[in-house]
């Protein structure tokens, strides 16, 4: 079994792919998303919803501090030897990416990522067609620039540790998804 990281430009289709990952595979992943967890937890109108909505709607990183702290939360109470971890929008910049690699090092998981390639104009198209109330075209271009910015070098730095399975996400969610049960069969992801 090896832990699988999921990177991509937002709208690459990450979230569906892992989604359809987890429909085929069930019980042998625990699933990470912190953008479903910060959407989640936006809608509350506490402190910590009022922070993240604030960041979200205006295309904003949250901070590698609250993020690492509710990965090595995740890691810690929720993963074991016997599920493989399927990471999506983790890690996103430099400091949650050594957050990972000395986490797995040190626990000595194996670890390959899947790359949904994507270019930038196809997902601002998609990301503004889904509709989300936090994808305006002003958060889209900052989120877009961001990701330009702070996970694509991060990406290009984790294939110095972990093998790197790189997708096309331009084809139809099927087609993607018949890449990626082929690349998870032909590489013994889960077995």
């Known amino acids: 079994m090896k832990d699988i990281v999921l990177f991509g430009i937002q709208g690459s289709g990450k979230g569906t792919q892992s989604t359809l990952l987890q429909e085929l595979y069930g019980d042998r992943l625990s699933y990470f998303s912190s953008w479903d967890i910060f959407r989640a937890l936006k809608s509350h109108p506490n402190a910590i919803g009022d922070y993240l909505s604030n960041k979200l709607e205006l295309g904003q990183l949250i901070t590698d501090e609250v993020t690492i ?13 016997k599920k493989s971890m399927l990471l999506d929008g983790y890690p996103r910049t430099l400091a949650q990416l050594v957050d990972l690699v000395q986490t797995c090092l040190h626990s000595q998981r194996e670890v390959v990522g899947i790359y949904f390639e994507l270019s930038r104009e196809e997902a601002k198209k998609r990301m503004l067609w889904r509709g989300r109330a936090d994808d305006t075209p002003e958060s889209v271009d900052k989120r877009l620039d961001l990701f330009f910015q702070k996970t694509l070098p991060n990406i290009e730095l984790f294939e110095k540790f972990f ?4 997708i096309d996400a331009s084809p139809s969610i099927e087609e993607v998804h018949e890449q990626v049960k082929n690349i998870s069969m032909s590489t013994k992801l889960f077995n």
Do not use: Q
């Open 69 to 81: 702290s509710l990965f090595r939360f995740y890691f810690s109470t929720l993963v074991s030897d």
């Open 163 to 166: 093998p790197v399975i790189r």
